[in-house]
């Protein structure tokens, strides 16, 4: 009966699981509110020390040391066949300096930005792929995201900048645990050996200044993902009646996955206090490597050795084009300038139709964003450098989805997605 039972357990593992991907809370929200405020539209108009997410050639463009802070909260609503899939809200912090060098008519930079939840340092699901289940935020939301980044202008009509996007794979000898009894007395035990290797992801970008008016902006940003391999053994021995052991081995290729992608910008300032800017995104999902996990199992529990593997192909998404506006208005000033912000972004997803056995939830959006911004030249005590405080407002509308299953490819339910993330931030930059 327990020999049964237990490799019923070790059977029903072998389902076929699916990690979490997508970008970190900087790419879906930006590293500042001036950004969040214009959905994101911020690859050619970006300037200083908040630039390094989006477009590292912005970073010398502030001739001002700075330093960096913000903080931001999102309430997250995705449902799934119109029941809430109970999603954790997300909250972290962003914190960043700038330091700039100024030489002839140059200007180099160095700046380093770091994304922190509250909540946990980042976290890794695995579900089964056959499950509905919203791939791309269940995760996506809730990591950290760290960013360094240098720049050099050159004039006043050039600068470029690199960077990179560091993660943590997670590897090792994996988990193993010794169950059993001994003159019938129950014992257990376990041991942990998992290593965190880092890998870079670069970034390069470069805003141009053609005239006064109008400002063009690249970015290109390769794709990083966290690799987990882990091997779990469970050693058996049951005086009398079972002895053995149960290896179960982990492999995901590109978990936490962010694809490469490369964005071209315009910014046109119509009149001093107001200007529109405007980015469209490639991102190459088309080349994604994993995502659905491999598990091999290999039973020996007194019996013939057995291996049960687990291994399937690409998951197949799609490229995509992403579009997004934005516009900047200082509606007053003074010795200060007060600014308002808006903009909107159409974001698809990458996802086909499910139709087979995957049932991935994910869905196209559109985002509204609000924002409002306060350059204050008159409060900072300990330089005369300005002090900006910005705060942003967004709305993503996760647009309804319906999944009709092929019987012919797999005989599951149908299924609908749809769902609102409402997010507001707030960041400080402080000129030294």
Not at 316 to 321: E, G, H, I, L
Request: proline content about 5%; aromatic content about 12%; some cysteine.
């Amino acid at each position: 009966m327990f020999r049964t039972r237990y490799i019923g357990i070790i059977t029903l593992c072998s389902l076929m699981f699916v990690s979490e991907l997508y970008a970190d809370p900087v790419e879906e929200f930006g590293l500042g509110s001036r950004a969040a405020g214009m959905a994101g539209a911020y690859t050619s108009s970006s300037i200083g020390i908040d630039s390094v997410g989006t477009n590292p050639g912005g970073l010398a463009l502030d001739p001002n040391p700075s330093i960096f802070f913000g903080y931001g909260f999102g309430y997250v609503n995705a449902t799934i066949n119109n029941i809430s899939t109970k999603l954790n809200n997300t909250r972290g912090s962003t914190w960043g300096f700038a330091v700039p060098y100024h030489f002839r008519d140059m200007t180099a930079a160095l700046g380093f930005a770091f994304y922190v939840p509250d909540q946990f340092l980042a976290r890794i699901t695995l579900q089964s792929s056959s499950n509905p289940h919203f791939v791309l935020l269940n995760n996506s939301l809730y990591r950290s995201a760290i960013n360094p980044a240098l720049s050099l202008r050159v004039g006043s009509w050039l600068s470029l900048g690199i960077g990179a996007t560091f993660l943590t794979d997670v590897t090792g000898n994996g988990i193993v645990f010794n169950l059993g009894t001994i003159d019938g007395i129950k014992n257990g035990s376990g041991k942990l050996d998992i290593e965190l290797p880092s890998k870079m992801a670069p970034q390069f970008g470069v805003i141009i200044k053609p005239i006064e008016a109008l400002t063009i902006g690249f970015a290109h940003k390769e794709s990083i993902g966290i690799d987990l391999s882990l091997d779990l053994v469970a050693n058996i021995n049951i005086g009398g009646i079972v002895s053995g052991d149960t290896t179960i081995k982990v492999d995901n290729t590109s978990t936490y996955y962010s694809p490469r992608r490369s964005t071209a910008s315009l910014t046109y300032q119509i009149i001093d206090t107001l200007l529109l800017t405007g980015d469209v995104t490639w991102s190459d999902w088309s080349s994604y490597p994993g995502g659905i996990t491999e598990i091999d199992i290999a039973i020996n529990l007194d019996t013939a050795p057995s291996i049960a593997i687990n291994n399937h192909q690409k998951p197949m998404f799609d490229d995509t084009w992403s579009s997004r506006i934005g516009t900047e208005w200082i509606f007053y000033q003074n010795e200060n300038d007060y600014k308002l912000r808006g903009g909107y972004a159409y974001l698809p997803t990458p996802i086909p139709p499910q139709s087979g056995q995957t049932s991935f939830a994910d869905n196209n959006r559109h985002l509204f964003s609000l924002g409002f911004g306060m350059t204050l030249d008159d409060y900072n005590f300990i330089s005369n450098a300005p002090i900006h405080f910005d705060t942003a407002l967004q709305w993503h509308s996760l647009i309804e989805r319906n999944n009709i299953k092929d019987p012919t490819l797999y005989p599951g339910n149908n299924f609908t997605s749809s769902g609102d993330i409402i997010h507001f931030g707030i960041s400080v930059k402080l000129g030294l």
